[in-house]
């Protein structure tokens, strides 16, 4: 049996009177334990003071700093977190089991965002090492905005639960700290968009996604596509994550090429044309002037401008429309869409032109 299912001690101190007695023994400063971690003195301070969950990253360098075992560091921090909020029982323990159901749980577990076996000894504890926050409270601070904007983009034909949306755009968070970015370079992201372009006419996602990633990556935008969770009607969301660094997340929503490549570049134009303090959503029953910016941006970079006409009077016919397509670059079902936003073409008609994608692996 492993060491987090035999993990369980009568005493409920914090992690980090532990923490704090393997430094006294080794005669670590604050400031030494903060350098060996690779961590700001700030972030080893709350350590010490059990401020902040041991997420996994922090257990693992746990265990080459001070010891034990990661398994170890994980499974002490859920037993006093558990153990504590078992101790608030009442109006806490409520609102606690109330968050849970606004959480896509069920899709979280089945997509390999939370660890079962954490999970299965406290949800609550799981979620909130998840979010990377230390209550509820904290949750709620910092996904305000998140929570206000889904909720704003919600409809009775378009419902959204707002926790659903969080817990996507944090997965995308996580995701693209993996890729390695260049500092941001809005001029060369512009002329990478069009370098871009060509790859519409790729119809499997093995193919154009590394693409995307990596000439992204070279112009400061970590681009991550992640399952939207049920309850998450976004079909993409783009942030500052630093100054130097762009996120732009997409869920390929509708599984389509012409839906997912309008929302690339309408993204990428929210980046070029908008503030960097702000957060973009879209999806959902919100219109605004930056929306419609993004939209004629993405629009003018799949159809230029000066084909525009020519798209006006094109002849919406299967033979018409590849050549056209194949005319200025980019696919036949982008074309179809267009025409069918424009309502030339009827909602089911020609269809088949679009290049349709499926998810695979984790999550069928």
């Not at 903060?34 to 003071?49: D, S, T």
């Not at 929210?270 to 702000?278: F, I, P, R, Y």
């Not at 629009?299 to 006006?312: D, H, K, R, S, Y």
């Amino acid at each position: 049996m492993s060491d987090k299912k035999t993990f369980n001690p009568d005493w409920v101190s914090p992690p980090g009177d532990t923490i704090a007695d393997i430094l006294e023994e080794r005669s670590y400063s604050l400031t030494e334990f903060a350098e060996r971690m690779g961590q700001a003195p700030k972030l080893a301070h709350k350590l010490l003071k059990s401020r902040l969950p041991i997420s996994p990253e922090t257990a693992r360098r746990l265990e080459l700093v001070l010891g034990a075992s990661a398994d170890f560091w994980m499974a002490r921090d859920t037993q006093y977190r558990g153990t504590t909020s078992q101790d608030s029982i009442g109006i806490e323990d409520k609102s606690q089991q109330a968050w849970l159901k606004e959480l896509p749980v069920k899709d979280m577990l089945q997509f390999g965002w939370l660890n079962e076996t954490l999970f299965d000894a406290n949800p609550v504890a799981a979620c909130l090492r998840f979010f990377g926050v230390a209550d509820l409270q904290a949750w709620r601070a910092t996904y305000r905005n998140v929570l206000q904007m889904a909720a704003f983009r919600s409809s009775p034909t378009f419902p959204s639960r707002p926790g659903a949306v969080a817990a996507w755009l944090r997965q995308g968070e996580m995701e693209s700290t993996s890729l390695a970015c260049k500092p941001w370079d809005p001029k060369s992201f512009q002329k990478a968009l069009l370098e871009m372009r060509p790859l519409t006419r790729k119809r499997d996602p093995k193919q154009f996604v590394p693409e995307i990633l990596r000439r992204s990556a070279d112009c400061g935008v970590a681009v991550a596509i992640v399952r939207a969770p049920e309850g998450c009607r976004a079909s993409g969301a783009t942030r500052f994550l630093s100054p130097s660094r762009a996120l732009l997340l997409l869920s390929f929503r509708y599984l389509s090429d012409d839906h997912f490549w309008f929302t690339f570049f309408h993204e990428a134009g929210h980046l070029v044309l908008h503030s960097k303090k702000a957060l973009f959503l879209e999806g959902g029953a919100a219109s605004t002037a930056e929306e419609r910016e993004a939209n004629e941006f993405s629009a003018a970079t799949l159809v230029p401008p000066e084909f525009q006409n020519e798209l006006e009077r094109l002849s919406v016919d299967r033979h018409a429309i590849r050549n056209f397509a194949k005319k200025i670059g980019v696919s036949p079902g982008i074309v179809l869409g267009q025409l069918q936003f424009r309502g030339r073409a009827r909602r089911n008609q020609l269809n088949t032109l679009r290049a349709r994608f499926r998810w695979t692996g984790r999550g069928d």
